[in-house]
């Protein structure tokens, strides 16, 4: 069965440190992949999607990055974390026309 | 570009009312259309999926419909219960973006 991995589940940080938050899917192969934030009081945006290993396509600009070093693996990434970066991060995955969502990471940063 | 809308943004009942949430899109061409349930710092628990060939699909006490015409969905709960309290999100599936709407916090009564 499909399994999705996300990981910290919770994570402090200070401004201007950096960030790297991890996604992983097991029990599927070539998955389209997304990254998602929820902001406080807000909805889900859509931040990253990757149809392919090193294919990255992101939605709004802003103060971070992503990667697809290998085919079940998704990376979120800041250099230098600000304080509108707060929120639930979500990795999800979709293959075919369902799509599957990971247990998230809540990011706080003071 | 696609936009989900959700109304009301928050609603309470008291227990053992049923209820209508509601979800618009602005584009038709999707290929289906997910209900999710968020609990307060939780991930997203997937509720019903519709199949764009599809009209509604039923869960228990929830039944979901959609009409892609109009461009609209109906989360229906019937007998609502205290632990129905969360927030539930709408998204739409179309190419390779899933498109969220910013939900409807819903309060059950006791």
């Known amino acids: 069965s499909q399994t999705i991995h996300q990981w910290p589940a919770t994570l402090v940080q200070p401004v201007g440190s950096p960030l790297s938050l991890e996604c992983t899917v097991e029990g599927t192969s070539n998955p389209n992949l997304y990254w998602y934030r929820q902001a406080a009081g807000r909805g889900l945006q859509l931040l990253f999607y990757s149809v392919g290993i090193g294919q990255i396509s992101s939605e709004v600009p802003q103060n971070l990055s992503a990667s697809r070093p290998q085919d079940r693996q998704f990376i979120l990434s800041s250099k230098k974390l600000l304080l509108s970066d707060s929120g639930f991060y979500l990795c999800?995955?979709?293959?075919?026309?369902?799509?599957?969502f990971g247990p998230g990471t809540r990011l706080l940063v003071l | 570009k696609q936009e989900v809308t959700q109304i009301p943004a928050a609603l309470s009942v008291p227990e053992g009312e049923n209820l209508v949430l509601n979800c618009s899109f602005t584009?038709?061409?999707?290929?289906?259309l997910q209900w999710f349930r968020q609990d307060p710092g939780k991930g997203l628990t997937s509720l019903l999926l519709i199949q764009s060939s599809q009209r509604e699909q039923t869960s228990g006490r929830l039944n979901a419909s959609l009409d892609k015409s109009s461009g609209r969905s109906t989360l229906y709960i019937a007998a609502s219960q205290p632990g129905d309290s969360a927030t539930y999100l709408c998204?739409?599936?179309?190419?390779?973006?899933?498109?969220f709407g910013k939900g409807t916090r819903l309060h059950i009564l006791p």
């Open positions: 998204a739409v599936n179309r190419d390779d973006k899933i498109i």
């Open positions: 999800a995955w979709r293959t075919g026309r369902t799509q599957y």
């Open positions: 584009d038709s061409a999707i290929y289906n």
